[in-house]
């Protein structure tokens, strides 16, 4: 009795597992031909890093940089927001940078498309530093 | 103590009820949280000056009442005393819904809810606010552990090691809120050691009140009868619990009176800062303090009626206490200049204002109505309530 | 960079030898060489260290009342411009304007973040968002603040301000956002530069100069010389915070 009980048990979990995995697969099945994100094009040669390595890692140098930045004072650093947003913020038709995090700008794009939500910018500017007159 | 003198109860109407309110309370913490946190903190009561408000007062009142409702459990196992072992798993019940309660509160109410994993990873163990994380997420543990040790027959050996460690971690966690208060030392109204056992003896009073409510409440909605010795005994250990708080309040008082002669703070919280002295002298002495304290002692109003009445009034001279404690405490001025009048934009020489608002006080009744949410809906799932009348030792 | 030369530098320390170049990280390989005696001042590629202590000196008697320059300049500087609330908007250095209980002399200052040697902040932030420089500058790292706002009820001086609302428009220089605590920062971004506070640099452009920038380490320095002639008032010296910002008169 017990184990015929203890074998449906069993079935029933394979059964589960089953359709779990199967649902799994049904967004890959059904949204695979979702359009890849367009990037906006970059000012400047080259970025810090090849393209596939920031694609991946790009946070983990911000995060390790500003951490430098931020503790230790060193502002010398290769991956910095700003500098993300010196090369990558676009401008409008009349001229003005948009935010960087706007719908189909360079980060939200890829962001949109990852379903990543975006920290920075709660904080940080979304658009290149305009020069303010600096003192001697 | 065998499993068999434990049970679940089949719910009644009433109690569906008690669990609707109980979840509505709780979801509109959850909306007002919600607006408190997509708005920004500017639409509550808090400001640059009150930066602690309402919802503290709510989030210190449920942890501190948290270990104190423990103490039914700890008299049980600890100090042997067989008729309290039918509400020791109750008592361990209400001790963790009361802090996951009191925990909710204070997380919603961060600047950033959404980081609360960076509390979890970034330590700075110089902060007693840091060891309190650890007291806190310990003693669900420990309890979690203890109440094993209770329900299940092979442990019950146990139950009796792992009850002192759950009243030592008790203490200890008290201790640590009392001094997070105790160790601002920049503002007068904080800053005394007086606090670490003032708190103790909050949570004891607390405590108890609670248990005597959960108690009565549960009973009533199950049915179940409860002889009248354990309530009797919880009712003047309530009354001594509250004469020790009475105690320590005045020692907190006296000593900036006279040892520091930090008169300034005293006059305000106890003679012209409005709201402050009002709610300490009607709040929490006379109406949470003297009335119950004498209701308590006299066995004529021993019935469940003057019972709940009492307890309830206990509860509200706690909120009494722990707004002035907190809110006034920052509403009186840094003495930033002695000797000096001082103005500026920043509202430097002057008491600051705090509005309690309504997302605050459904952020606070929702810590409420959550954790009597879990302490309900746990009853229906495991044998947390005796089976027989409270005061026959079970087993 | 190859995909393992980034995996390998996951220290700081190796991070900072990888970009300060071979020859520096030879040196500081060396044995019985440490990084620390290889810092130069106020060099903005490599970590701050304890050889400075910034601070400011606050001349009471060239403070003008009814002047706040230093604050409109601090204001423009970060961009705190306020929601019109005056309870919640934030104010990283203002105006006191003080009366002798006694003898009814007035005073004006202006008050800001002490930078104290031993911040009350930086002692009760549970995660260690609140914390001190080795150059003695006290931050707030707004990634690891959970706006919990113990290091305001901490402050002697309420110094700091929480974000009480979503912002927008910020400073390149200056990250600010909602549900964060934030201070008088001494202008890090200025100091880095080898640059004077936007404060000072205000006071001293209206012909004040009651406000003076420096390293209170620098024996030779125009701030010790100035802490050499006069007392140099400690605000709250009885919680012994041996602050930064030191007042000629109290």
């Known amino acids: 009795m017990r184990r015929t009980a203890g074998k449906r048990l069993a079935r029933g979990w394979i059964a589960g597992l089953l359709l779990g995995a199967a649902t799994l697969c049904i967004p890959g099945v059904l949204f695979s031909d979702v359009a890849k994100p367009q990037i906006p094009s970059a000012r400047g040669e080259q970025c810090v890093e090849p393209v596939e390595i920031m694609r991946r890692d790009h946070f983990d140098f911000m995060k390790h940089d500003r951490d430098t930045t931020v503790h230790e004072g060193v502002r010398s650093i290769k991956h910095s927001l700003a500098g993300c947003i010196d090369c990558h913020a676009s401008r409008d038709t009349g001229g003005q940078f948009i935010s960087i995090n706007a719908e189909g700008q360079f980060c939200q794009t890829c962001h949109t498309y990852a379903a990543v939500k975006i920290d920075c910018f709660t904080c940080h500017a979304a658009v290149p530093a305009t020069k303010v007159s600096q003192s001697p | ?260 002669g930090d008169t300034g703070v005293e006059r305000f919280l106890l003679v012209d800062g409005g709201i402050y002295p009002l709610l300490f002298w009607a709040g929490q002495c006379l109406l949470g303090t003297v009335i119950p304290g004498i209701m308590l002692l006299t066995p004529r109003l021993a019935g469940r009626f003057p019972t709940v009445v009492a307890s309830l009034l206990v509860l509200l001279g706690a909120f009494a206490q722990l707004y002035v404690l907190i809110v006034g405490g920052q509403a009186f001025p840094m003495d930033i200049f002695p000797g000096y009048t001082e103005t500026s934009s920043y509202f430097d020489g002057v008491v600051a204002g705090y509005q309690p608002s309504l997302p605050e006080l459904a952020l606070g009744l929702g810590g409420i109505g959550l954790a009597l949410l879990i302490a309900l809906l746990a009853t229906r799932v495991l044998p947390f309530l005796p089976q027989a009348p409270v005061d026959q030792p079970g087993g | 960079m190859s995909e393992s030369e980034y995996s390998k530098s996951g220290s700081l320390r190796r991070r900072f030898f990888t970009q300060a170049g071979g020859g520096v990280a030879l040196l500081a390989l060396a044995p019985g060489v440490r990084l620390a005696e290889l810092a130069i001042a106020a060099s903005d590629d490599e970590p701050v260290s304890d050889k400075h202590r910034w601070g400011l000196w606050v001349d009471t008697s060239r403070c003008v009342d009814g002047c706040d320059k230093c604050v409109s300049a601090c204001n423009e500087e970060h961009g705190l411009s306020g929601m019109d609330r005056p309870e919640t908007d934030a104010q990283w250095i203002r105006k006191v304007d003080l009366q002798d209980e006694v003898t009814g002399r007035e005073l004006s200052l202006p008050l800001m973040c002490q930078h104290c040697e031993e911040p009350p902040c930086v002692d009760v932030c549970p995660t260690g968002a609140s914390f001190r420089r080795e150059d003695g500058i006290v931050l707030v790292d707004k990634h690891i603040c959970i706006g919990c706002r113990y290091c305001m009820m901490a402050c002697p001086f309420h110094a700091r301000a929480f974000i009480h609302e979503e912002l927008s428009g910020q400073k390149t220089h200056s990250p600010r956002g909602k549900g964060v605590v934030e201070s008088c920062t001494l202008c890090v971004h200025r100091v880095d530069e080898g640059r004077t506070p936007a404060c000072v640099e205000a006071c001293s452009n209206a012909g004040n100069d009651a406000l003076v920038f420096g390293d209170l380490k620098d024996e030779e320095g125009r701030l010790a010389l100035i802490l050499d002639e006069n007392e140099g008032v400690e605000l709250r010296s009885d919680l012994e915070l041996n602050t930064a910002v030191r007042y000629s008169e109290v």
């Open chain 2, 1 to 260: 103590m065998s499993s068999g003198a434990f049970q679940i109860l089949r719910p009644g109407k009433v109690f569906w009820l008690t669990a609707g309110v109980a979840a509505a309370l709780a979801l509109s913490g959850l909306a007002g949280a919600h607006h408190m946190e997509s708005a920004g903190h500017w639409v509550t009561g808090m400001n640059n000056r009150v930066v602690w408000g309402l919802p503290h007062v709510f989030a210190v009142f449920l942890i501190v009442a948290a270990s104190g409702a423990l103490n039914v459990a700890s008299i049980a196992s600890v100090f042997k005393k067989a008729s309290y072992k039918p509400l020791s798993r109750l008592s361990g019940l209400m001790a963790m819904a009361l802090l996951v309660g009191g925990l909710s509160v204070l997380v919603l109410d961060l600047g950033r809810p959404d980081r609360l994993i960076i509390a979890m990873t970034y330590y700075n163990f110089k902060s007693i606010f840091a060891w309190n994380i650890f007291l806190y997420t310990g003693l669900l543990v420990v309890v979690a552990a203890y109440l094993w040790m209770m329900f299940e027959p092979r442990m019950h050996r146990f139950v009796g090691a792992v009850g002192k460690v759950a009243f030592i971690w008790r203490l200890v966690l008290t201790t640590g809120t009392g001094s997070i208060f105790g160790v601002l030392v920049a503002r007068e109204a904080f800053g005394s050691i007086v606090f670490v056992p003032m708190f103790i003896s909050m949570s004891l009073s607390f405590g108890t009140a609670v248990m005597l409510l959960a108690i009565i409440l549960m009973f009533r909605l199950n049915n179940l009868p409860v002889k009248d010795e354990v309530i009797t005994k919880l009712r003047s250990l309530l009354a001594y619990f509250v004469i020790t708080v009475a105690f320590f309040v005045a020692v907190d008082h006296l000593t900036r009176l006279y040892t520091v």
